[in-house]
């Protein structure tokens, strides 16, 4: 099993930045690749960006990029997400994801419980 504990969120002001972290505990062997995910209220969760095990970037939404880095450390099991230049459309329930294989623009295998990000303007 793989546990992942994000944190980071809170409210910042439109235009200010914000890191999460997502700490990776368990069978971090297991992990081939990790992302972020977010849901906003009333819409479907959509992948955020995705990364591969050795930190390579495999994907990120065209509505954030050029603001958000996604990026790993390993010695740390620690998946981070650099927001910048925060919008009015950005707050969501922000949530780490990792899979033993792949991730699908559903997620993989494990989920962690989420952090808040409130965008005020």
């Known amino acids: 099993q793989v546990q992942l504990v994000e944190s980071g969120g809170g409210l910042v002001q439109a235009g200010e930045s914000m890191r999460l972290s997502c700490e990776a505990s368990g069978r971090t062997s297991d992990i081939h690749a990790m992302a972020w995910f977010r849901r906003a209220p009333g819409k479907e969760r959509e992948i955020v ?62 989920w962690g419980q989420g952090t808040q990000v409130i965008v005020s303007s």
């Open 49 to 110: 960006a995705a990364v591969g095990w050795n930190g390579e970037v495999a994907y990120v939404r065209d509505s954030v990029k050029g603001r958000f880095t996604i990026s790993k450390d390993n010695a740390k099991n620690t998946l981070y997400l650099q927001m910048n230049n925060l919008k009015p459309e950005d707050p969501a329930g922000y949530y780490c994801n990792a899979d033993s294989v792949n991730i699908t623009t559903t997620g993989g295998e494990y």
